[in-house]
């Protein structure tokens, strides 16, 4: 079980990989983005993005998805997270993409009012397959402390 | 068309509502978020949500079902998102829960570089069927200024 006391500021992890399909893409626009860009080549040829890209909070999900399953895997006594700052979908995420999910703890506070409880803020940085950055973001995390012996 | 020029800072809008299901929690948090306290009663039962709650992210992406529903339906000249700004889960959402989402403009910026474009802010608040607010957020948007007549 990884705790609080477990955590090193300023360490880099590398939390996994994830492929972007097309199906997904469709399937993630149609429930929670059915903006036209989010649903056809057509639609999106006509703005920024050039064709199909994926919903920005679909990306935000695939990512949590690579996170959570290392986090689950190492026994990360974490508890869930208040919440993100300076999130930046920094370039489109296409069908095809393979998305690699790194973080780095920014620091960490012990709470001042659960003597069992700490959070620490790490930034996420997600690139495609040719290295560049497309989704940033500080999440803030809460964990256990190490129980006393 | 609902253009850059069109956009009134202060004003509130109410996007719409939508529900919470303990299948689709579940579905997402399998998918996107299978940390055990989004996906089971008794895992939830030893943290501070109590019972099954949905991921954030979840939640995010129902907003923005809400929010896209609207907009396209407004027929808003919207170029999607760069990024989100001091995202916070203030609550748990729980499956049963109904989900009522509004924004209020905070201010919008013509583009310096591209005479056709412009961008807003606006704060996202998403609150339950108690009145309790569980989610808020602030996006910046990129939208079309109307064309020259």
């Known amino acids: 079980m990884i705790y609080f006391e477990d955590l090193d500021v300023g360490k880099q992890t590398f ?13 993630f626009a149609r429930k929670y983005d059915p903006q036209p860009f989010h649903l056809s080549d057509e639609a999106a040829a006509r703005t920024y993005f050039g064709r199909l890209s994926a919903s920005g909070w679909h990306t935000c999900a695939m990512t949590m998805g690579v996170i959570a399953r290392a986090v689950v895997k190492d026994e990360q006594a974490g508890l869930g997270s208040p919440g993100i700052d300076e999130l930046r979908w920094l370039k489109p995420v296409y069908p095809g993409d393979t998305l690699h999910v790194n973080g780095r703890i920014v620091d960490k506070t012990p709470s001042r009012s659960k003597p069992d409880l700490g959070s620490f803020r790490t930034q996420t940085t997600v ?17 256990r402390r190490r129980p006393a012996a």
């Open 127 to 143: 690139t495609n397959q040719d290295g560049v950055a497309v989704l940033r973001f500080t999440s803030i995390v809460l964990i």
């Open 15 to 27: 939390f996994g990989s994830c492929d972007v399909t097309r199906e997904e893409v469709l399937e």
